[in-house]
T-cell receptor, first 113, second 113 residues
Framework: AQSVTQLDSQVPVFEEAPVELRCNYS??????LFWYVQYPNQGLQLLLK??????LVKGINGFEAEFNKSQTSFHLRKPSVHISDTAEYFC???????????FGTGTRLQVFP | DVKVTQSSRYLVKRTGEKVFLECVQD?????MFWYRQDPGLGLRLIYF???????EKGDIPEGYSVSREKKERFSLILESASTNQTSMYLC????????????FGPGTRLLVL
């Protein structure tokens, strides 16, 4: 069975500092990988996704993620965060051929001035 | 832009009441989903639907049912609300399966007293 682990439930960081949010998955077959963001009092929206091809994926708002098959990871990075990046971030995996997304438990990014 | 709307942002109900949560999408998407979001647990899939009048159980369907009479509308029903169903409920839609982006509504925060 597939699963997603986001080890960090909260990540505090100062504005303009770099940040990495970690995501590891387990699956016996190939997967599609996603990062969604949830701003306060809103639904989720897609940041980026990996389907195939280049392992470095660029998304909205300056975020990027790298698919590492050997490490079964899909960590999210941003070189310089803004206060407006304060939100909850969810990693999700979809096993190719399966019907549904499996979400991680989320990482709350708090950006301080 | 895809728009997914949910009938209520906040809802307060009594134990034992029948509760209807409505979700409407305006992009002619085939697939619709209902999730519940709880702190520390992330998003968990309750039910999903790939076509009108079709439904599939997700990971936590107990205590819930769904209805999809029209393509754009997907309803979640709590037959007899209980306090452990107090949660945030998120509806989503997507054009296709697996690799397609899911678009989320703003959520309904349900409190069962």
């Amino acid at each position: 069975a597939q699963s997603v682990t986001q080890l960090d439930s909260q990540v505090p960081v100062f504005e303009e500092a770099p940040v990495e949010l970690r995501c590891n998955y387990s699956s016996s077959v190939s997967v599609y990988l996603f990062w969604y963001v949830q701003y306060p009092n809103q639904g989720l929206q897609l940041l980026l996704k990996y389907l195939s091809g280049s392992t470095l994926v660029k998304g909205i708002n300056g975020f990027e993620a790298e698919f590492n098959k050997s490490q079964t990871s899909f960590h999210l990075r941003k070189p310089s965060v803004h206060i407006s990046d304060t939100a909850e971030y969810f990693c999700a995996v979809n096993q190719i051929g399966a019907d549904k997304l499996i979400f991680g438990t989320g990482t709350r990014l708090q950006v301080f001035p | 832009d895809v728009k997914v709307t949910q009938s209520s942002r906040y809802l307060v109900k009594r134990t034992g009441e029948k509760v209807f949560l409505e979700c409407v999408q305006d992009m002619d998407h085939e697939n619709m989903f209902w999730y519940r979001q709880d702190p520390g647990l992330g998003l968990r899939l309750i039910y999903f639907s790939y076509d009108v009048k079709m439904k599939e159980k997700g990971d936590i369907p107990e205590g819930y049912s769904v209805s999809r009479e029209k393509k754009e509308r997907f309803s979640l029903i709590l037959e007899s609300a209980s306090t452990n169903q107090t949660s945030m409920y998120l509806c989503a839609s997507s054009l296709g399966r697996t690799q397609e982006t899911q678009y989320f509504g703003p959520g309904t925060r349900l409190l069962v007293l």
